[in-house]
């Protein structure tokens, strides 16, 4: 009979030790986290250009220019 008490007592500890749960002391309405920032971005129209005395052909074509990158705000 003693190696059941002992078995159920150990059972009940080791389940109550499970059920049990820290809760945290912050408030998380009251912590905004940041949020990134679009990039700045030139778009710049390149126009079509003959090279080489009409040898080649350079199509036109748009070029992106990054002026300020992605950031985080504060």
């Known amino acids: ?3 059941l008490k002992l078995l159920i ?3 009940y500890l080791a389940t109550s030790a499970c059920i049990t ?5 912050t408030d998380k309405a009251d912590v905004v986290p ?3 920032l679009a990039p700045n ?3 710049i129209w390149i126009p ?9 052909w350079e ?3 748009y070029l992106y220019r990054i002026e300020r990158g992605t950031s985080w705000s504060r």
Do not use: C, R, S, Y
Not at 21 to 25: A, D, E
Not at 48 to 56: P, V
């Open 1 to 3: 009979m003693k190696p």
């Open 9 to 11: 007592i150990t059972t």
């Open 21 to 25: 749960t820290q809760t945290k002391t």
């Open 34 to 36: 940041p949020k990134l």
């Open 41 to 43: 971005v030139k778009k």
């Open 48 to 56: 079509a250009i003959i090279k080489d005395d009409g040898q080649e």
């Open 59 to 61: 199509e036109g074509h």
